[in-house]
T-cell receptor, first 115, second 112 residues
Framework: AQSVAQPEDQVNVAEGNPLTVKCTYSVSGNPYLFWYVQYPNRGLQFLLKYITGDNLVKGSYGFEAEFNKSQTSFHLKKPSALVSDSALYFCAVRDNTGGSYIPTFGRGTSLIVHP | ETGVTQSPTHLIKTRGQQVTLRCSSQSGHNTVSWYQQALGQGPQFIFQYYREEENGRGNFPPRFSGLQFPNYSSELNVNALELDDSALYLC???????????FGPGTRLTVT
């Protein structure tokens, strides 16, 4: 079985400050990890993914995420937040072992960036 | 290159009715996945279609069914609608079963 936890329902940060949105996961085999962003009344937009290799993954719009195998975490980060980053963020995991392509999403974290 | 499109945008149905939602995949993509996103929740995987065959299914009852057509567009059918079926239904297309998924804007279904 696989699961994702996003422990914070909401994250508040001032514009210009660094932001972190937390994600921890559980899979039996090797994880594929993803971050998506969802704006109101829109579908999900892909931000970045980790499959293998470098633990620091760089993605769209200046976002990056750090894969930590020992802590089973994949936190999303950005050095300097923008008001336009305010949205709903979803972490997802897929077990890459056994040929399963079914992803599991977290419940989402609402990021609010204050001017 | 056109993105993933879904129709209709919004839909209101009565309990017990049937509904069909449609999805056109991104150009060049041969795989379509459907998700249900209830209010305040993350998307839940319903099923995936690859080359017109169902290829993976989440924990949804048989009254959720689908089709994929030769042009790789897809339909999601839900029979005997229940109040709990009210949700945003998302379609995502990809190149291959494990490819990066591109999501459509969703169809908001309300069951009364």
């Amino acid at each position: 079985a696989q699961s994702v936890a996003q422990p914070e329902d909401q994250v508040n940060v001032a514009e210009g400050n660094p932001l972190t949105v937390k994600c921890t996961y559980s899979v039996s085999g090797n994880p594929y990890l993803f971050w998506y962003v969802q704006y109101p009344n829109r579908g999900l937009q892909f931000l970045l993914k980790y499959i293998t290799g470098d633990n620091l993954v760089k993605g769209s719009y200046g976002f990056e995420a750090e894969f930590n195998k020992s802590q089973t975490s994949f936190h999303l980060k950005k050095p300097s937040a923008l008001v336009s980053d305010s949205a709903l963020y979803f972490c997802a995991v897929r077990d890459n072992t056994g040929g399963s392509y079914i992803p599991t999403f977290g419940r989402g974290t609402s990021l609010i960036v204050h001017p | 290159e056109t993105g993933v499109t879904q129709s209709p945008t919004h839909l209101i149905k009565t309990r017990g009715q049937q509904v069909t939602l449609r999805c056109s995949s991104q150009s060049g993509h041969n795989t379509v996945s459907w998700y249900q996103q209830a209010l305040g929740q993350g998307p839940q995987f319903i099923f995936q279609y690859y080359r017109e065959e169902e290829n993976g299914r989440g924990n949804f009852p048989p009254r959720f069914s689908g089709l994929q057509f030769p042009n790789y567009s897809s339909e999601l059918n839900v029979n005997a609608l229940e109040l709990d079926d009210s949700a945003l239904y998302l379609c995502a297309s990809s190149l291959g079963e494990g490819g990066e998924q591109y999501f459509g804007p969703g169809t908001r279904l309300t069951v009364t």
